[in-house]
């Protein structure tokens, strides 16, 4: 029963909204049709009711020929009487209506004599009857709107809105007369066809509020104003984000393409040169030959790190960085850290030492990502630290997280340059760091590798005294991001193709060899440490 009535009233309220566009699209042919600028109310009833019966009539006259004439002739016959009828009855129909004392303007509204307030506010202001018909237009920019729009007084408000956007202010209007205290709804008003330049569809934002007199809700504000201008900006902005959003994206790609296509040479350039360096195929004539050797090598390492880096950080800007967790001893990858950079911390004339507290054991991790971590924060140290500092690496478990920390006694960094650290290709520039070779992207990998884990990254400094980088990981793993869900998101297939990291474990003779180290820190090495539980301290 209810649905019935329901389905009911929604006939009638279609069928009425048909009739007042009828109406409205009546009234605008008849202003361009009669001589006169401004017909009355009489003449516009009467064309509408000429109008009203030429329509029923253009379909029954032909089928009432029909039937004394052929079909071809009734058709046109019964169409040109019922046309000449109408022209016929809408003149006389505008003759006997006469014209009143006051006409009816094309575009002017009934105005509300009491309510000189809403004159005041802002944009369009129209009064709505609860059944969201426009009884009084007021505003301080309704002149403005005025000037194109057609006579909003009635459903002429609501049938200019963009049919798409209807619904939406249809149920603010239903919203407010169920007692909310305001809506708010962003729709779309269509410009007449009369109108010249312009867009067609004006974006307004419909403020509504009830207007309650005695405790009973008598009618609905509803303040209109014009956003064409945000609408415009949001769209620019979005489109702008996602030119960004595609140009990161292919950044990164062409990053990983290009770090691919270079290992492959380098691989080369690195094992010929080691090959030449050991003499194996006979013996180089001289010590200069030797030493270009030994630079071209050198040289390679460096390259080969650098492209490692920019390869490893595409990856994770992508969401295609896959982290291989593993219980492993936290003093192992402490000592094989500290194996590889010794004999860069002796050359450059650095004590490197390190402290395990007691307590510290396994952590659940990827271990090629701590040693790495643990390599680049060291380095960094190294390389920053001149001849007689000390380098540190120390370990503890705070709670339910590894925390380690590298100090040194370097230059040090401004309080104001903290906060850009760990940006991809960022280098603080000063007068020291200008001397020492990077690309900067040591710490955004870091960083990187941390946020994969679910850890948390500090950094603390002071120039010319030195700094400290204290980096927590969970210890049983529970931070690690699943690859997996992000793959499924993606929808698409990789390229370059994700290379499926391996584990060799190198001899600690081979540790020792400048061709290989740089290769032991993209794949991890393992070298004995202290025991579980026991606090040692030891120096390179």
């Not at 009467?46 to 009539?57: N, Y």
């Not at 505008?94 to 575009?107: D, E, T």
């Not at 094992?271 to 006979?282: A, H, K, M, N, V």
Request: glycine share 10%; with cysteine.
């Amino acid at each position: 029963m209810f649905r019935a009535t329901k389905n009911a009233g929604s006939g009638v309220t279609i069928v009425r909204n048909i009739a007042g566009r009828f109406a409205s699209r009546v009234d605008d042919a008849a202003r361009l049709w009669l001589p006169r600028p401004a017909p009355t109310a009489r003449e516009l009833s009467a064309i509408r009711t000429v109008a009203a019966s030429a329509l029923i009539a253009f379909p029954v006259a032909p089928l009432a020929l029909s039937a004394v004439l052929p079909l071809s002739l009734a058709l046109p016959v019964g169409a040109g009487l019922v046309g000449a009828l109408s022209l016929v009855g809408g003149l006389a129909a505008v003759g006997l209506a006469g014209r009143p004392a006051a006409a009816v303007a094309p575009a002017a509204p009934p105005v509300a004599p009491a309510a000189p307030t809403y004159d005041l506010f802002a944009g369009l202001v129209t009064l709505h009857d609860l059944r969201g018909s426009v009884t009084a237009v007021h505003g301080r920019d309704a002149a403005g709107f005025l000037a194109w729009m057609r006579d909003p007084a009635g459903r002429g408000f609501i049938e200019q809105i963009h049919v798409s956007d209807r619904i939406a202010f249809l149920r603010a209007i239903d919203a407010v007369r169920l007692g909310a205290a305001g809506e708010t709804v962003e729709v779309r008003l269509e410009r007449g066809s009369m109108t010249e330049g312009g867009a067609q569809l004006l974006h307004i934002r419909c403020e509504l509020a009830g207007i309650v007199e005695d405790g009973v809700l008598n009618g609905i504000l509803v303040q209109s104003r014009d956003i064409s201008a945000e609408v415009a900006l949001k769209a620019d902005a979005a489109s702008k984000a996602e030119a960004a959003e595609s140009a990161n994206e292919a950044k990164s790609r062409f990053l990983a393409a290009v770090s691919h296509e270079l290992r492959t040479p380098l691989n080369a350039i690195l094992g010929f040169s080691d090959i030449l360096s050991g003499e194996y195929f006979g013996r180089l004539e001289n010590d200069r030959q030797r030493e270009y050797v030994a630079l071209i090598n050198q040289s390679g390492a460096h390259l080969l790190s650098v492209v490692n880096t920019m390869l490893d950080m595409s990856k994770i800007e992508a969401g295609r960085y896959e982290l291989i967790a593993e219980p492993f001893v936290v003093a192992d990858a402490v000592s094989a850290c500290e194996a590889m950079l010794g004999l860069q911390a002796e050359a450059k004339g650095v004590k490197l030492t390190s402290r395990i507290l007691r307590g510290v054991g396994e952590i659940h991790a990827d271990r090629r990502a701590v040693q790495q971590i643990l390599i680049n924060l060291v380095g960094n140290a190294i390389k920053f630290t001149d001849a007689g500092g000390i380098v540190t690496i120390d370990a503890e478990v705070c709670g339910a997280d590894l925390r380690l920390t590298v100090s040194d006694t370097g230059i040090g960094i401004p309080a104001e340059k903290l906060a850009h650290l760990g940006q991809a290709f960022m280098q603080v520039e000063n007068e020291y760091t200008r001397a020492y070779e990077g690309t900067g992207l040591g710490l955004a990998l870091v960083k990187g590798l941390v946020a994969l884990h679910g850890g948390g990254f500090d950094i603390s400094s002071r120039v010319r005294e030195g700094t400290a980088i204290r980096i927590s990981l969970p210890l049983d793993g529970s931070g690690i991001r699943d690859v997996d869900q992000v793959d499924e998101t993606a929808g698409v297939a990789e390229f370059p193709p994700r290379l499926k990291s391996h584990d060799p474990r190198p001899t600690e003779a081979a540790l020792t060899s400048p061709s290989v180290a740089t290769a032991n820190r993209r794949f991890g090495s393992e070298k004995g440490g202290a025991a579980d539980g026991e606090a040692y301290a030891k120096t390179a």
